[in-house]
C-alpha cells in the first residue's frame, strides 16, 4: 500500500517549487521506509529546479536528511525499523570495478530504490540525488540509510547527509589537508564552512575564507577562518598571496563552482599544491586556461563529489567529534522552517542570508 504524504516538487525550470501530495510505496527487496525528521536546503536543490542538473522533472527535492526507519523490505540486514538514520547517496554497490578495488568511496554503481514515488496521478518523479527528502516519507535504497547515534540533534546530523561532509571531506579527504597546511576556501556557504571547520579540525595553521557577503565571512571565522577576504573589495589571488608568504595556499578550494572561482582558486595555490572543486558548475560553463600553467605549476587539480566520503565510515564518526563537542554541526543550521517554507529558502539563500535553512517535519 502507498502511504500519501506531502512533498516539495520542482514541475519546471526555474518556477517556483510547491507542496504536492505524493505517493510513497511500500519498501520492496533491498528498500526502506524512512519517516524524515529533518531536512536541509542545499544549493544542489536550487540547482535541481534551475534545470542545472538534468531535464527529469518533475523533481521531488530535499536530499541532506535524518529521519527514522519505519519499514524495510525483503532481505535488508543492516537497518531496522526505528533507527535514527542519516541518509546518504552513496550507498556502495559492492561490486564495481572501483568497490573491487578497495575504492568504495568512488563506487561507479550506488543505489537508490527501485521502485517510483509518484505525485498523486502517478507521474513518477526523479528524487533528487535519489533521496526526495523534503517529504513527510521517503522511499530509499537500504543503504542509503546510516546508522549513527541518536543522541545527536536531527537538524545537525542531517546535514552530513550532503553539504557539510561535501565541504569538510573537500578539504579532508579530497584535499588532504593536515597539520601546519595553509588553506584558502572560496565560496563559504554551507560547503565552504564546512571545509573551513575540517581544516581546523585536521590542524592547518592558516585557514584564508574568500566570500563576497561578509556575513558568509563572520560565520567563516567562527568555523575557524584566520583570514578573511572580501572578493569585492580586493583580488583573491593577490590576498591568498600575500597572506601565505607571497606563495599562495597548499590546497585551495572551490566551493562555489564557476569559471572565475576555479582560475582563482588555480592561481592562489602554491607550486604543487592542490586544487579541490566542490562547487558544481552548471552544463554551459567553460575553462580557458594556458596550459603551460596548468604543467608549470604542478601539483594536483581534483574534484570532490560527496567530499570522497564513505557514509558508513565518516558519519559515525563525524556525529562522535560532534557529541564531543568538538565539531560544531549545530552552528551550520541558521533558521528551521516548515515543508511550505522551501522556496523562501532558495530566495534566502540567493541573498546569503542563512548557511542553511532546515525543514523539521
Ligand atoms: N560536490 C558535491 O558533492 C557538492 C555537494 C553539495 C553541494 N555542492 C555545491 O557546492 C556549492 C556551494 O553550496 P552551498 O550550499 O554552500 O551554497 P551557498 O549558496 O550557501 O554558498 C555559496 C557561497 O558562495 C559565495 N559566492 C558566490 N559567488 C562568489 C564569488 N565570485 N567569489 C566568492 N564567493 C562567492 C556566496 O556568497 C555564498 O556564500 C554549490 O554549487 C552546490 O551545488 C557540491
Ligand atoms: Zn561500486
Ligand atoms: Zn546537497
Partial sequence: ??????????????????????????????????????????????????????????????????????????????????????????????????????????????????????????????????????AEKTLVAAGQCTKVDPAASPAAAGLLGCGVMAGLGAAVNTGGVGRGDSVAVIGCGGVGNAAIAGARLVGATTIIAVDVDDRKLDWARGFGATHTVNAKESDPVERIRELTGGFGADVVIDAVGRPETYKQAFYARDLAGTVVLVGVPTPEMTLDLPLLDVFGRGGALKSSWYGDCLPSRDFPMLISLYLQGRFDLDAFVTETIGLGDVEEAFTKMHHGEVLRSVVVL
Avoid at 534545470?51 to 530535499?62: C, E, V
Avoid at 519505519?70 to 542519516?86: H, K, M, S, T
Wanted: net charge negative; with cysteine.
Fill in 1 to 134: 500500500m502507498a502511504h500519501e504524504v506531502r512533498g516539495v516538487v520542482a514541475t519546471g525550470k526555474g518556477k517556483p517549487v510547491s507542496l504536492e501530495t505524493i505517493l510513497v510505496p511500500d519498501p520492496g527487496p533491498g528498500e526502506a521506509l524512512v519517516k524524515v525528521q529533518t531536512c536541509g536546503v542545499c544549493h544542489t536543490d536550487l540547482h535541481y529546479r534551475e534545470g542545472g542538473i538534468s531535464d527529469d522533472y518533475p523533481f521531488l527535492l530535499g536530499h541532506e536528511a535524518a529521519g527514522v526507519v519505519e519499514a524495510v523490505g525483503p532481505g535488508v540486514a543492516d537497518v531496522a525499523p526505528g533507527d535514527f538514520v542519516i541518509l546518504n547517496w552513496r550507498a556502495v554497490c559492492g561490486s564495481c570495478r572501483s568497490c573491487l578495488r578497495g575504492r568504495p568511496q568512488y563506487c561507479f554503481n550506488t543505489h537508490n530504490a527501485t521502485q517510483k514515488m509518484t505525485l498523486a496521478d502517478g507521474t513518477p518523479l526523479s528524487p533528487a540525488l535519489g533521496i526526495g527528502a523534503f
